[in-house]
């Protein structure tokens, strides 16, 4: 119930207006987000890597409604790469994209050069490319689109959601050499005819997508907060004999920092997503759906204004 309110919130402009001109948020904000420009972003990408975490930034914001906006968002994450390299900071910090934001929806075949460029940016840089998984009904020409990134750019990795029915197949698709798939549970309000609805159907199939992705060649990228899955993929992680470098946790920056800082001293590799840019309010809401007590968090922050 609250999971759908916080969801239907971050569609909403009038919300968003609302919340943005509280001050209080600021702080909520500062928790989740690395800052509002490249800026920011490089110095928090800085501290992590200190503490020995390798990075994913998202450049926040909604899909793109216009072509100027999707090469704007191009140019937006070229430039970014180019100054990580400047700064030292690749291949520890890669980058993760939406192909909403490079004009998937208005044109794939734009959206993908797109990527391209970004791709062959990320090349110069000595680092990766990940794609994220929107809507079930994007998962297609994402995957197509990955496929045509992979001939050029090997490394470049793809997230799959284990709420999908489909996701097993998939991830059977993807469990070959140099491929390095995310798994997550997945974000959207997705339909009973595509998606597992209960968290415990959820799981299983997450454990199910696990497993393959462990047994098989490719490079799994766990990414989850869940304590029971987290301890799951360390068994699997054992048992199919992977050691540190051939696999890696991801979780969200913000979200179980001591978990982050537990799982990197036991060995492992772990990659902070990390988001910035001016746009946070729709990824601010999605962070509140999935967990009721930072809902309270979020009121102190503002009431104590
Ligand atoms: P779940 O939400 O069930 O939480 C399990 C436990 O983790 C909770 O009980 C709590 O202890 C802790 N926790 C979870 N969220 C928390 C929070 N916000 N604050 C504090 N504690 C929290 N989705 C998608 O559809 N497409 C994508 O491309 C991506 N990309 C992506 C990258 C990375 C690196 C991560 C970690 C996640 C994504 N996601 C995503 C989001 C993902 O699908 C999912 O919505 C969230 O990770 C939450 O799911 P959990 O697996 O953490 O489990």
Known sequence: ??????????????????????????????????????????????????????????????????????????????????????????????????????????????????????????????????????EHTTTDATLETLVELRREFPSTGAVLQAYLRRTEGDCRELATAGSRVRLCKGAYAEPESVAFQSSLDVDKSYVRCLNILMAGEGYPMVATHDPRLIAIAEDRARWFDRGPGEFEFQLLYGVRPEEQARLAAGGHTVRVYLPYGRQWYGYLMHRLAERPANVALFARAVSSR
Request: net charge negative; hydrophobic share 45%; charged share 25%.
């Open 1 to 134: 119930m609250l999971r759908s309110l916080f969801r239907a919130a971050a569609g909403s402009a009038r919300l968003e207006r609302l919340v943005e001109s509280t001050p209080g948020s600021k702080e909520m904000v500062k928790r989740f987000v690395a800052g509002g420009d490249a800026e920011g972003a490089l110095r928090t990408v800085r501290g992590l890597t200190d503490d020995g975490l390798a990075v994913s930034l998202d450049h926040l914001g909604p899909e793109s409604a216009t072509p100027e906006r999707a090469r704007a968002v191009r140019d937006e994450y070229v430039a970014l790469l180019s100054r990580l390299r400047d700064a030292g900071l690749t291949p520890a910090a890669e980058v993760s994209v939406k192909l909403s934001a490079l004009g998937q929806l208005i044109d794939e075949k734009t959206a993908y050069e797109h990527a391209r460029a970004i791709c062959s940016a990320a090349a110069e840089a000595g680092t990766t490319v990940t794609l994220a998984a929107e």
